[in-house]
């Protein structure tokens, strides 16, 4: 019997599921320098949610369609809430610590900036989510498969996706054009953002292409698998700056224990020499990667 879409579909989705459970149990294995920031953790929430999710869009064999309905809105809900959102909100936050600055703001304006903007994106996030659990179509097959057949009324969700990415661009763009002390200072910084921008231009190139072909063009089995690819392709985004932002931080942390253990050795340095090291690029590079670094816990 030849091989149908669905039988590929869950093949290609168990080999991601895979993948995404072995860098998950690393990530846990290494959870030590994985927790030591909230944008470090959010590594290991994404891979969990990621894993759920995957697991949750191979086809489940029964016949109960109340089953069947549970099942395709853990999917659903892994998608927005977890997996989109998440991504979302690791955007934002850069955004808001680079671009906007708001560490060195007062309490009660920094506030009011994470409110905002957490809120506006987060906003579309919602709607995606509302909207996915409430115009999916679960049906049972005639081979017994729980599968996913469909959407009533997709044009508010698709354009509500795209606008979501749009807007998640935008930030990206926004990060790699900043011109804040350690983008500039430090060169790994601007070069992680230009790759983030070219990265998510092409995601946002995708996502217009298969919201727009779900709008115009009826609905076809593959076309689910379209959903699969923005995800990891966010997720994949999310983890790489993740662990050059933490790579970055740790090749700091050293470099500076390094430093102070040396200057301990040697006593008090003349004020002359001080003045020569802190005019070495090299020095105020690594003491703005530590900072940097430690403005995302």
Not at 156 to 171: D, R, V
Request: positive net charge; proline residues 2%; hydrophobic residues 45%.
């Amino acid at each position: 019997m030849p091989r149908t879409f669905q039988d590929v579909n869950d093949i290609v989705h168990s080999w991601l599921l895979g993948a995404f459970c072995a860098y998950t149990v690393w990530v846990y294995a290494n959870r030590s320098l994985y927790g030591s920031a909230q944008l470090s953790r959010m590594t290991m929430i994404v891979s969990s949610a990621m894993v759920v999710r995957l697991l949750t869009t191979i086809r489940l064999e029964t016949t109960d369609a109340s089953l069947c309905h549970v099942w395709i809105l853990v999917r659903v809900i892994f998608s927005n809430f977890s997996v989109m959102g998440l991504n979302i909100y690791f955007v934002a936050e850069l955004f808001l610590n680079v671009v906007l600055a708001v560490k060195s703001k007062p309490s009660a304006e920094r506030r009011k900036w994470r409110y905002s903007i957490h809120g506006f994106t987060q906003a579309f996030n919602l709607a995606n989510g509302i909207q996915h659990a409430t115009n999916l179509i679960p049906v049972i097959t005639p081979a017994k498969f729980c599968a996913l057949t469909g959407r009533r009324d997709s044009q508010p969700l698709a354009w509500m996706i795209m606008t979501s990415f749009f807007i998640c661009l935008g930030m990206t763009i926004a990060l790699a054009l900043s011109k804040s002390m350690f983008s500039a200072t430090v060169p790994e910084f601007a070069r992680l953002f230009r790759i983030l921008t070219v990265s998510s231009g092409l995601l946002c190139v995708w996502v217009t292409y298969a919201q727009m072909d779900l709008i115009f063009l009826t609905w076809d089995d593959w076309k689910s698998f379209n959903t699969t690819i923005m995800l990891v392709w966010m997720s994949v985004n999310s983890i790489i700056a993740n662990n050059y932002l933490i790579g970055l931080r740790s090749r700091s942390s050293s470099a500076a224990n390094q430093s102070s253990g040396g200057s301990g050795g040697q006593g008090t340095s003349s004020g002359s020499q001080t003045k020569k090291d802190s005019s070495r690029p090299g020095v105020n590079a690594k003491h703005t990667a530590n900072n940097t670094g430690s403005s995302f816990a």
